[in-house]
Structure formats: C-alpha cells, structure tokens
C-alpha cells in the first residue's frame, strides 16, 4: 500500500517551525510543527482544544478567511495543520504569526467555551492556548527558512 505524505517525512529530524507540508492544486497544507516529534513532549488535549478553538477563529476572521480551508491538531499531539487555498506561503506564514500574537494578547475566555457552541467545553483553558500559542510565535518569528521546506540530515 502506498504511503501518505506525512508518513514520508523524516520525523527524526524534524524540529518545531512552520512548514509546507503538501500542495494539493490550489490547496497548500502547512504544517505548525509546536513539539519535536517522538521527544516524550506533547500537547496534552486540553491545550490542542484550546488552541485550535482560538486559532481557527481568529484566523477565520483574517484577511485570509474566504481561503482557509481548515485548522485542527496533529494526532501526534505534535502540532497543526492549516489548509488554505489560493495564497502565497510568507502571506499565510505572516498571518499565522498575527493570529498568534492576538491569541497571547487575548482578553477573555476561549472562544466557543459553551455546552451550545463545543461538544466538549469542559476541555478549554486559555492559558493553555496562550502558553502554546506564545512558544509557537516565539518559534516562528526566529525561523530562518524562508522557502518553508522541511529539515534533512
């Protein structure tokens, strides 16, 4: 059987950062990468939850939000991924960093933190969201690559 995509990445070395994981004609998958894979440090669900509840709003709500496809957590509890049609990598990569900065400055609790509006509520903690979200901006601002291409020995 063949493989997918994500399962033919080098996760040996692979590193926090912000990542083009495939391009799908007009759909470009990033990949958030928050952890190290396979290092003993993953997010706990609450924290996945968390984020993903605050960063897909708020990036639902960017000037990108006719193009965002999608945005939830890695099953490895490793990081993210962010789908997004018809838009240049630094433009997504400029936006995810804004979309951080507003959930580290938030005021409030988590969006959707209601038994109306989330199957499981109980689940949300903005300081959760905002310690990961502050790791990852922190992460993505002293970035380098500029082209987005995963690591290789």
């Known amino acids: 059987m063949e493989k997918i995509a994500s399962f033919t990445i080098d996760h040996d070395v692979l590193v926090p950062g912000f990542y083009i994981s495939r391009i799908d004609g007009d759909i470009t998958t990033y990949d958030l990468r928050t952890r190290k894979p396979n290092a003993g440090d993953y997010m ?3 924290t996945m939850h968390s984020v993903e ?3 897909a709003t708020y990036v639902r709500n960017s000037e990108i939000s006719d193009d965002v496809i999608y ?3 890695m099953g490895c509890q490793t990081g993210f991924y962010l789908l997004v049609r018809n ?6 990569f400029d936006i995810a ?3 951080l900065k507003k959930i580290v400055d938030h005021e409030g609790d988590v969006f959707g933190k209601s038994a109306i ?3 499981h509520y109980e689940n949300l903690d903005i300081e959760l969201a905002k310690k990961e979200c502050r790791f990852m901006l922190e992460t993505f601002e002293a970035q380098t690559n500029m082209e987005f291409t995963y690591p290789t020995k």
């Open 71 to 73: 945005f939830g957590p």
């Open 117 to 119: 509006e989330c199957g």
């Open 53 to 55: 509840h605050m960063f």
């Open 97 to 99: 960093k804004d979309v």
């Open 44 to 46: 706990s669900d609450a």
């Open 87 to 92: 838009q240049a990598p630094k433009k997504v």
